[in-house]
């Protein structure tokens, strides 16, 4: 079975810390990828990696980075995080392998609180 | 970004009822999925769809890829309280771009 980690459940900061939010999958998949969900808004695409080190921007990428230093690991970084950035934080990845089919597995979520 | 419009938003029915919900899309999608989120969880993959016209069931449920690739919907049947959650369905137009999530349907089952 496909499993994607989040490294914490729940997490509260403080407005202006920095902010690491870590994402593991064991699945050798190429893909990864970083959502935020809030009540209805559904997902939305922050930032998504295919390959080690390479990220591309999606629909919501202001005020976060992210990092893919190893391929089974995808960081999602609040520089400066803010009160609006309050939300779940949901990971996924999935494969390039054109052999298998590539739907997108999501770990089981980050719910992040700034004060 | 581009968003499929999913409908209704939010149901309420008794045990024992079916379900259906479906979306829509203004362009063309090559793959259809529908995933379930459980209260505090990350979403699970449901059904996956392929060619459009396919019909494919998992369980008591059963979804199908709408023959225009413009649109899919989801069907449960008989419904259990442990049904209750999210459904969000999600489609791709091509390659490996990324899926393109609705907004969800927040299914609620009254014993």
């Known amino acids: 079975d496909v499993k994607v980690t989040q490294s914490s459940r729940y997490l509260v900061k403080r407005t202006g810390e920095k902010v690491f939010l870590e994402c593991v999958q064991d699945?050798?998949?190429?893909?990864m990828f970083w959502y935020r969900q809030d009540p209805g808004l559904g997902l939305r695409l922050i930032y998504f990696s295919y390959d080690v080190k390479m990220k591309e921007k999606g629909d919501i990428p202001e005020g976060y980075s992210v990092s893919r230093e190893k391929k089974e690991r995808f960081s999602l970084i609040l520089e400066s995080a803010s009160t609006n950035q309050t939300s779940m934080y949901l990971c996924?990845?999935?494969?390039?392998?054109?052999?298998?089919?590539?739907?997108?597995?999501f770990g089981p979520g980050t719910r992040l609180t700034v004060l | 970004g581009q968003q499929l419009n999913q409908s209704p938003q939010s149901m309420f029915i008794q045990e024992g009822e079916d379900v259906s919900m479906n979306c829509t899309s203004s362009?063309?999608?090559?793959?259809w999925l529908w995933y379930k989120q459980d209260p505090g969880e990350g979403p699970v993959l449901l059904i996956a769809?392929?060619?459009?016209?396919e019909l494919t069931s998992n369980g008591r449920l059963t979804a199908q890829f709408g023959i225009t690739r413009k649109d899919s919907f989801l069907n449960i049947s008989a419904s259990i309280p442990s049904d209750v959650g999210i459904y969000f369905c999600?489609?791709?137009?091509?390659?490996?771009?990324?899926?393109?999530f609705g907004k969800g349907t927040r299914l609620s089952v009254i014993a």
């Open positions: 362009s063309i999608f090559n793959t």
């Open positions: 769809l392929y060619k459009a016209g």
């Open positions: 999600a489609g791709r137009n091509s390659g490996n771009t990324p899926l393109v």
């Open positions: 699945m050798d998949h190429e893909n």
């Open positions: 996924a990845s999935s494969s390039l392998d054109s052999r298998v089919p590539n739907e997108q597995f």
